[in-house]
């Protein structure tokens, strides 16, 4: 390399397109990926580990609180007629209050816990399942790519891999955005993004429900 020059940022959730500048909204930067269209918060923009759990510690989502399982039921109810009664599933990025594991128990399925902060369990990560939910998670990682890799490897062929998260859509309201306004927000999905990644993994993608999407892994 000449001295001189910078290496331009590789996008976190393909690995392969190159970052841009995007925005800048309240002092904060915000790229865009060119391969598979995702926004990104700009790294020296994001929040200590203290402060992000400090903020995720603010959530209010009890597991008997019937708006929020209102809420998850967009995932819910459209995975569940994709598995049968006993399949085994594991809730990544659960929170302190598992409403969607609890959820899917009592409509019949074998639930695991893993959430880095709250239920950091490793036996968790260390076999496969029929299917994983990934509730309002992807959003906050700052290594995407690394995450989608795991969750690949964590379903069984012809498992079923289910993510909420809202879709970024009309770049014209992203300041004003609330899901941008979450500072522990760090990456941005739009429909053309979870597609690319389907296309990379081999998985089949459909959108059942506005801001949800399942991932079908071949057999």
């Known amino acids: 390399m000449v001295a001189g020059d910078h290496e331009q940022p590789r996008c976190p959730v393909c690995e392969t397109g190159i970052l841009q500048p995007f925005r800048e909204v309240s002092g904060k930067g915000y790229l865009r990926c060119g391969q598979c269209l995702a926004t990104v918060m700009a790294p020296e923009c994001r929040l200590t580990a203290d402060e992000e759990r400090a903020v995720y510690a603010l959530h209010n989502n009890e597991t008997e609180d019937v708006g929020y399982r209102r809420f998850l039921s967009k995932l819910s109810e459209p995975l569940s007629t994709k598995l049968t009664i006993g399949a085994q599933g594991l809730d990544f990025g ?34 496969q399942y029929d299917f994983v939910t990934c509730t309002e998670v992807v959003e906050h990682l700052y290594r995407p790519a690394e995450v989608f890799r795991q969750l690949d490897s964590l379903l069984k062929p012809g498992g079923w891999l289910g993510i909420m998260t809202c879709f970024q859509t009309d770049d014209d309201r992203f300041d004003h955005w609330h899901y941008r306004r979450d500072p522990t927000h760090v990456v941005f999905y739009r429909e053309q993004t979870l597609a690319w990644l389907a296309n990379h993994y081999g998985w089949q993608f459909e959108v059942p429900r506005k801001d949800v999407a399942l991932f ?3 057999g």
Request: charged share 15%; aromatic share 10%; with cysteine.
């Open 94 to 127: 659960c929170g302190p209050g598992p409403a969607l594991a609890s959820m899917m128990q009592r409509a019949g399925y074998e639930m695991a816990l893993y959430d880095p902060f709250f239920h950091p369990t490793a036996s968790a990560l260390e076999r």
């Open 216 to 218: 079908h892994k071949q």
